[in-house]
Nanobody, 125 residues
Framework: QVRLVESGGGSVQAGESLTLSCKASGYSVRRNCMGWIRQAPGKEREGVAFIERGGGTKYALSVKGRFTISKDRAQNTLDLQMNTLRDEDSAMYYC???????????????????WGQGTQVTVSA
């Protein structure tokens, strides 16, 4: 059974940093596509970043240059380093995993098969 558990959310001031982490069980972070998706109140889900099996990454334009997605193979975790946070980054952030051994990756939320429960990030201007 696949289980994804996020941690690291919180409340910060604009310009500060946070690191989100997602612990996976029953699923290989190293061998699959994983991503971070966020949803703010009243808005649609937005793909933030993904990392492919081979380590390639892609970011939403709104976070490119500020956020970094990475895998810790030893811990089987997925991380999201968020720097220079803005109030518009406030949202619930979800760790998401693609279908096992899927050949491609995507920022589209509907691509992902497995989801964590989410962790809240609140940025005050």
């Amino acid at each position: 059974q696949v289980r994804l558990v996020e941690s690291g959310g919180g409340s910060v001031q604009a310009g500060e940093s946070l690191t989100l982490s997602c612990k996976a069980s029953g699923y290989s972070v190293r061998r699959n596509c994983m991503g971070w998706i966020r949803q703010a109140p009243g808005k649609e889900r937005e793909g933030v970043a993904f990392i492919e099996r081979g380590g390639g990454t892609k970011y939403a334009l709104s976070v490119k240059g500020r956020f970094t997605i990475s895998k810790d193979r030893a811990q089987n975790t997925l991380d999201l380093q968020m720097n220079t946070l803005r109030d518009e980054d406030s949202a619930m952030y979800y760790c998401a995993a693609g279908r096992i051994y899927a050949r491609r990756c995507s920022l589209e939320p509907d691509f992902f098969t497995y989801w964590g429960q989410g962790t809240q990030v609140t940025v005050s201007a």
